[in-house]
């Protein structure tokens, strides 16, 4: 499995940023797909994460403010960020479970300055 992440950047605090996560490599939808992240000094820690069946769970400090999505017939996933804060600064890294083996994309920077 292959998983390659697009998206992030600078975003504004207040402001909405996407980031999208592609999978290839496997023929049928993995089991489980979402994002970690970790910024600068920090331990990574769970964004939100997706089963193939839509069940979602996210980390406390996103509860309400990120949405994970995912599109199984392309094993795309897709996480959804509004009402940025600047502690959402940091490096998001895609993960996809599949088959009890866990993958890692490439991370992606998200940045939230003014």
């Known amino acids: 499995v292959q998983l390659q992440a697009s998206g992030g950047g600078l975003g504004q605090p207040g402001g909405s940023l996407r980031l999208s996560c592609a999978a290839s490599?496997?023929?049928?939808?993995?089991?489980?797909m979402g994002w970690y992240r970790q910024a600068p000094g920090k331990q990574l820690e769970l964004a939100a994460v997706?089963?193939?069946?839509?069940?979602?769970n996210y980390g406390d400090s996103v509860k309400g403010r990120f949405t994970i999505s995912r599109d199984n017939a392309e094993n795309t996933v897709y996480l959804q960020m509004d009402s940025l804060k600047s502690e959402d600064t940091a490096t998001y890294y895609c993960?996809?479970?599949?088959?009890?083996?866990?993958?890692w994309g490439q991370g992606t920077q998200v940045t939230v300055s003014s």
């Open positions: 997706i089963t193939s069946g839509g069940i979602a």
């Open positions: 490599g496997v023929i049928f939808a993995i089991d489980s």
């Open positions: 993960n996809a479970e599949h088959r009890f083996k866990s993958y």
